[in-house]
C-alpha cells in the first residue's frame, strides 16, 4: 500500500537535546512538508522541498533542520535553539507544489520535550 | 499576514446538517481545501474549490465565494463517526498552504 510513514508515534526528549523526526514515503510524490500543530491553532509550514537535495523555509522554520537526500525521505531535526518544541508533527507530500495538488498526512509524531 | 477564521465547535444530532463556515484574508489565493481529522490522526483530504459554486461529493458539500473571501463546508445526513475537528486550508500566492484552527463537530446521538 501507498502512504507515508512517521515513526515513532510518540517521542520524548529532555530539554536541550536535539531529535530527529523521520518521514518516508513510497507516492513517488516530489514534494514533501513539515508542520506542526498545537491545540488551538492550525498547522503551520515548518520546511517544504519540491525535489530532492532542495528545500526552502516555511513560515516557522527558526529551531528546526532538515535534509533532502532521497526523494522518498524527509526527515526533520527539533535542534535545541526551538523555544517551544513540544507539539504534533505532520509530515505531508504532494505529487508538486501546483495549487491543485492535494497533500497527504502522515499520521504525525507527537514530540514531548520534558 | 494571513487570516483563515473558522467556528471552534459545533455540535449536532445524528440525521441532521451542519454548515461550517470559513473566511479568509491571505496573500494570494489559488484555492481552497476542507480537510477531516480525527483526534490524534492525520488530515484526511475532503474537497478542494477554486473556482465560485458549489462542489459536491456524496454527503459532503463544499462552497466557495472568491470575492466575499467565503467558503463553507456541508455535512448532511450527520453520522456519528463525523465527529472529527474539520480544517479550512487555503493556497496561498506562493503556493503554500494556511490552515484555519479547525472546527470540533460532535454529532450527539
Known amino acids: 500500500d501507498g502512504g507515508i510513514t512517521q515513526s515513532p508515534k510518540y517521542l520524548f526528549r529532555k530539554e536541550g537535546q536535539n531529535v530527529t523526526l523521520s518521514c518516508e514515503q513510497n507516492?513517488?510524490?516530489?514534494?514533501m512538508y513539515w508542520y506542526r500543530q498545537d491545540p488551538g491553532q492550525g498547522l503551520r509550514l515548518i520546511y517544504y522541498?519540491?525535489?530532492?537535495?532542495?528545500?526552502q523555509k516555511g513560515d516557522i522554520a527558526e529551531g528546526y533542520s532538515v535534509s533532502r537526500e532521497k526523494k522518498e525521505s524527509f526527515p526533520l531535526t527539533v535542534t535545541s535553539a526551538q523555544k517551544n518544541p513540544t507539539a504534533f508533527y505532520l509530515c505531508?507530500?504532494?505529487?508538486?507544489?501546483?495549487?491543485?495538488?492535494?497533500?497527504?498526512f502522515g499520521p504525525g509524531t507527537r514530540l514531548t520535550v520534558l | 499576514g494571513q487570516n483563515i477564521d473558522q467556528p471552534t465547535e459545533m455540535t449536532a444530532t445524528e440525521g441532521a446538517i451542519v454548515q461550517i463556515n470559513c473566511t479568509y484574508q491571505?496573500?494570494?489565493?489559488?484555492?481552497l481545501f476542507w480537510y477531516q481529522q480525527h483526534a490524534g490522526e492525520a488530515p484526511t483530504f475532503l474537497s478542494y474549490?477554486?473556482?465560485?459554486g458549489l462542489e459536491e461529493k456524496g454527503r459532503f458539500s463544499s462552497f466557495l465565494s472568491r470575492s466575499k473571501g467565503y467558503s463553507y463546508l456541508l455535512l448532511k445526513e450527520l453520522q456519528m463517526k463525523d465527529s472529527a475537528s474539520y480544517l479550512c486550508?487555503?493556497?496561498?500566492?506562493?503556493?503554500?498552504?494556511?490552515f484555519g484552527a479547525g472546527t470540533t463537530v460532535t454529532v450527539r446521538a
Open positions: 505531508a507530500s504532494s505529487i508538486g507544489l501546483a495549487d491543485y495538488n492535494e497533500q497527504f
Open positions: 491571505t496573500s494570494g489565493f489559488n484555492g
Open positions: 522541498s519540491q525535489i530532492v537535495n532542495d528545500f
Open positions: 507516492l513517488n510524490h516530489d514534494a
Open positions: 486550508a487555503v493556497i496561498r500566492g506562493d503556493y503554500k498552504l494556511s
Open positions: 474549490n477554486v473556482l465560485d
